[in-house]
């Protein structure tokens, strides 16, 4: 469960805009920038009235200290290649679960440049060649195991570890489990100074299951990479099938390095067992994050929520 960033960006903005088209743009802003609910929608029938609009709009985000700035895509990816439209929900924007299996932005180094690309959460592979085994087996294709990648040579993970991309998000939720507690507490889980990053992960098209029979269309689907719990972490996502895992955390530079096409194994490995450190992270408690149901207190999933007598996490 995340709370992401859809890379709606300045450069989206003006190709829409060059198509004859309109972006507004609103966002899920991180704590520490104050949380600021943004949503996307699409305007048709552009003119220099509109544009000005957009214009003026973009202006009031850059003077706003506590926004940020929804054009970080392209200053964290250069040239930032804008693969296909963008259909985002507003509930998704503030809280995207895996299981759906929904579309989502990723981002791919491909002939040279970034591309941000639109693709299902959840990985369908060939061999899962009936409802009946994709609905069993689908589930547990929108993580894998960082170990998987390189020292199971049977694996799917290890046969497409040269599909690499990265997962822009702004932080991820997890539920802690307390003694004595009816109901596991949530975590809104960010980078300290990073409001925006990039999980790494893996993608794959499998030709064999077009999303459009008509055109051919292949769907392209990505998996998010787990590791060994840092510290923190192990307080928090502490019971489950999964219990003591986190995503792969990394430093900007690891980040952008894993997209590189040309990685050895032992590049690879050096990436994934990189473990981030606990005092770069910051986990705050939130109100319950799961359904649609607005908060009692009117603030937005991702703000602090106050439970009286929550044990302290130790750092």
């Keep these: ?66 926004a940020f700035l929804y054009d970080a895509g392209d200053g964290y990816f250069p040239n930032l290649t804008h693969d296909g439209e963008i259909n985002f929900d507003l509930d998704m924007g503030m809280h995207f679960m895996a299981l759906g299996h929904n579309r989502y932005p990723v981002i791919l180094f491909e002939n040279g440049e970034y591309h941000r690309k639109y693709f299902e959460w959840g990985i369908i592979a060939e061999y899962m060649d009936t409802p009946e085994k994709i609905k069993a087996m689908r589930k547990s294709m929108v993580n894998a195991r960082s170990e998987k990648i390189l020292e199971d040579k049977r694996s799917f993970w290890y046969r497409i570890r040269r599909a690499r991309c990265l997962i822009p998000v702004t932080g991820i939720y997890e539920h802690r489990e307390i003694k ?27 030709t064999k299951m077009p999303s459009d029979p008509e055109t051919g269309e292949v769907r392209g689907m990505f998996t998010l990479i787990t590791r060994a719990a840092n510290p923190l972490m192990r307080q928090i996502h502490n019971s489950g099938d999964n219990a003591f895992r986190m995503p792969v955390f990394l430093p900007k530079e690891m980040e952008l390095e894993w ?6 194994d032992a590049d690879i490995a050096r990436i994934l067992t990189y473990e981030m450190p606990s005092d770069q992270l910051i986990a705050e408690p939130v109100f319950s994050i799961r359904g649609r149901t607005p908060r009692p207190d009117g603030q937005p999933k991702n703000a602090p929520y106050l439970y009286p007598d929550l044990p302290a996490l130790i750092c």
């Design 1 to 66: 469960m995340y709370n992401p960033l859809p890379l709606l960006t300045r450069g989206l903005l003006d190709d829409q805009l060059a198509k004859g088209k309109r972006w507004f743009i609103r966002q899920t802003f991180p704590r520490g920038m104050e949380a600021r609910l943004i949503a996307a929608f699409l305007i048709r029938g552009y003119d220099e009235d509109e544009k000005t609009a957009a214009d003026q709009h973009l202006a009031a985000l850059k003077n706003d200290g506590n």
């Design 180 to 206: 004595g507690w009816k109901n596991k507490v949530p975590y809104h889980i960010r980078l300290k100074d990073r409001p925006l990053f990039g999980i790494p992960g893996l993608y794959h098209y499998n």
């Design 259 to 264: 997209l590189k096409p040309d990685l050895t």
